[in-house]
């Protein structure tokens, strides 16, 4: 896990939300793998202060609405 992963290698994209006295702190994660998460939310704040985890796939393809069947055709 790296925190300079190249943009090119990213396929996931993922926001931690963390409460504090001040508000939610957002930690954003760029990953080449999504069990790299475990990875970072290890280093960070306590996980019992987590509010939420999301976690979005990053679109390396021209189409945004590709579809099971057009990629089992590439």
Known sequence: MSNTTSRSRVRWHATA???SN???VV??????EVGDLHDWIEKGPHWDTIVKIEIHRV???DSPTLT???QAKM
């Open 17 to 19: 939300t963390y409460r």
């Open 22 to 24: 001040e508000g939610h």
């Open 27 to 32: 930690v954003p994660m760029m990953l080449e």
């Open 59 to 61: 679109n390396h393809i």
């Open 68 to 70: 099971v069947e057009q």
